[in-house]
């Protein structure tokens, strides 16, 4: 007896396999959050720094210069620096820059004087969600809408296009509000506060501020820094002067290497988790 086989078709098969979602793997840099990948710009792979603090991509003149865009396609924007000054700044009209398997069909960029990186700001970034994974050394970018939800206790709010997130934690139990900083490797409070709650100061140690300035920063150790559910024991933390940053200060990756932190643009939410 002969038994008939029937063979599916292979459309109907791919149609009942389930479709993985689209990511890309980004490498962090060993020891921070900070990581550097490649941005296909007018057919052309260029590298780029990624930068959570920047609301805006920015490209370098050296890269400006190598797109060949005509003057007529060059519009100027004002921007105010830290010391007031104002300066007309280029911005460019980008069509189909592609990160990894993403395809973005436009996007404005600024054009930077000075030397250095290109930064790939969260005009893109906040698009994705965001993986940082500390412990695998990787941050990961997914679609959106693709991605498995989540359910981490600790959450907070999360704001795509701004990554300025005020969170509050609690040093040996009193309530603070600092700012998630993915870019400072040190957690950091202000004088003020640091006297306020009467840490007592164990040594000194110098800081890299924002600016590029070297500062002394004190080291005060805490019993226990809290966020929602997560905490820590015997922690140190750098205090610096009044008047470098605004607010309390700053939750760095000395904390947020602990943990792996999801930025989630539909839900507009922030989780932390082990």
């Known amino acids: 007896m002969i038994r008939k086989v029937w063979a ?35 057919r052309n792979r260029f590298p780029f720094l990624v930068d959570t603090g920047a609301s805006s991509t920015t490209i370098s003149q050296e890269t400006f210069q190598k797109l060949d865009i005509p003057e007529n396609q060059v519009r100027y924007t004002t921007v105010r620096s830290a010391d007031g000054r104002t300066t007309a700044v280029p911005v460019v009209t980008l069509a189909n820059v592609k990160l990894g398997p993403f395809t973005i069909p436009q996007i404005s960029a600024r ?37 498995a939800s989540i359910n981490a206790q600790t959450n907070f709010s999360y704001n795509p296009r701004q990554f300025k997130i005020p969170v509050q934690v609690k040093i040996n139990g009193t309530p603070v509000t600092l700012i998630l ?8 409070i202000s004088n003020r506060l640091a006297q306020a709650l009467q840490l007592p100061i164990t040594g000194q140690s110098e800081a890299e ?3 590029g300035k070297v500062v002394t920063t ?11 559910d997560l905490s820590v024991s015997n922690f140190s933390i750098s205090v610096i002067q009044d008047g470098i940053f605004s607010g ?17 643009p539909i839900a507009r939410r922030a989780y932390l988790e082990n």
């Open 8 to 42: 599916l078709p292979l459309f109907l098969l791919a149609m009942s396999l389930p479709v993985a979602a689209e990511e890309w793997k980004i490498p962090l840099v060993p020891g921070t959050l900070e990581a550097n990948t490649e941005l296909e710009l007018e």
């Open 111 to 147: 054009v930077v004087s000075e030397r250095g990186a290109n930064l790939l700001g969260m005009d893109i970034l906040g698009r994705y969600r965001l993986t940082l994974e500390a412990a695998r050394n990787q941050l990961v970018v997914e679609n959106p809408n693709e991605a």
């Open 181 to 188: 900083d993915t870019g400072a490797s040190q957690t950091v």
């Open 209 to 211: 501020v924002a600016s």
């Open 218 to 228: 004190s080291i005060a150790r805490v019993n226990s820094l809290q966020l929602g």
């Open 248 to 264: 309390d200060g700053l939750l760095g990756f000395d904390f947020l290497r602990r943990y792996r932190l999801v930025l989630d």
